[in-house]
């Protein structure tokens, strides 16, 4: 019988992780409709910000702005974007992951110089990289709180200060691009210096002619720091809306494996308590055998 109460207790354990992984599943599911609304609405102003940009920016090779001038990077900045919690299967690792491949395989001599900082939205990254003993610059955990342009803006500015200065020669972003639910698309890209033609988009308009008013260079010199700022919100609102699909996903193949656990579980539980009961017909049927005899 002491078998039999044990697996009792396992079915009823498992039967509230069930519960829990199905809730969870829903909160993801609600909050995923509203991320994925934001950066739906958000990607066509930023690629087309970019295409513009780009083509404005292909003719001002002498232009003041540091935030379009090529430097050696000796110094280099990498955004990375995480999530403050858990419980979505390997997303949070992807991006850890290809954080430190961009560092091994790009950056690996200004790492051994210590010339490699890490700009961390998310608790995840920010606690990885802080045991590890990395360069982390300040704290962006709070931003998912209340997840606005203004809000990401603040990081943006001080990344963008920094650079203006000479504190970093490059600045490269990691974050998980939406596709779907269930797709999350791993991207490494180099957010400063802005380079033109940086994806297909910019080169097919790049015969596009402007009017301008009052000057191209004026104009580029206000749409440079608004298209790094756009980049980078898209690149959290992305990860934001990655993070709920994966999670959606994660939960809802934990409560398909608590199903599955359950049913192995009730069998087993029904096969002891059928022996249990074949043990005690055979006992009262060997008790009266010997009391008739």
């Known amino acids: 019988m002491a078998n039999l109460k044990e697996v009792r207790i396992r079915i009823a354990s498992v039967q509230s992780t069930q519960q829990i992984t199905k809730a969870m599943k829903m909160v993801s599911a609600a909050k995923l409709k509203r991320a994925t609304n934001a950066i739906i609405q958000l990607r066509p102003y930023a690629t087309k910000l970019k295409e513009i940009l780009g083509n404005l920016s292909a003719s001002l090779e002498g232009s003041s702005s540091p935030f379009i001038q090529e430097r050696e990077p000796n110094k280099v900045l990498i955004i990375v974007v995480s999530s403050n919690r858990g419980l979505a299967g390997a997303f949070n690792m992807n991006v850890i992951k290809a954080t430190n491949n961009l560092i091994a395989d790009k950056y690996s001599e200004q790492f051994k110089n210590g010339n490699v900082s890490i700009v961390a939205i998310g608790k995840k990254a ?3 990289y802080e045991k590890r003993n990395y360069s982390v610059i300040g704290n962006n955990n709070e931003v998912y709180a209340d997840l606005t342009f203004e809000n990401v803006t603040k990081i943006t500015d001080t990344i963008m200060a920094g650079f203006a200065k000479g504190d970093y020669d490059r600045v490269e972003l990691v974050y998980n691009r939406f596709k779907n639910a269930a797709v999350q698309i791993l991207t490494t890209e180099q957010l400063i210096p802005l380079t033109s033609g940086q994806d297909a988009a910019e080169e097919k308009s790049s015969n596009v002619d402007y ?16 298209s790094i700022k756009i980049q980078l919100y898209k690149a959290v609102l992305d990860s934001h809306a990655s993070e709920h699909g994966a999670r959606m996903t994660s939960m809802d193949k934990a409560t398909e494996n608590a199903g599955d656990l359950l049913k192995a579980l009730k069998l087993s539980y029904n096969q002891a308590r059928q022996a249990a009961i074949t043990t005690e017909l055979t006992e009262i049927v060997s008790g009266a055998a010997a009391l008739n005899g």
């Open 211 to 226: 009017i301008l008013e009052p000057s191209q260079e004026e104009i580029v010199e206000q749409l440079i720091p608004k």
């Open 126 to 128: 920010q606690d990885f």
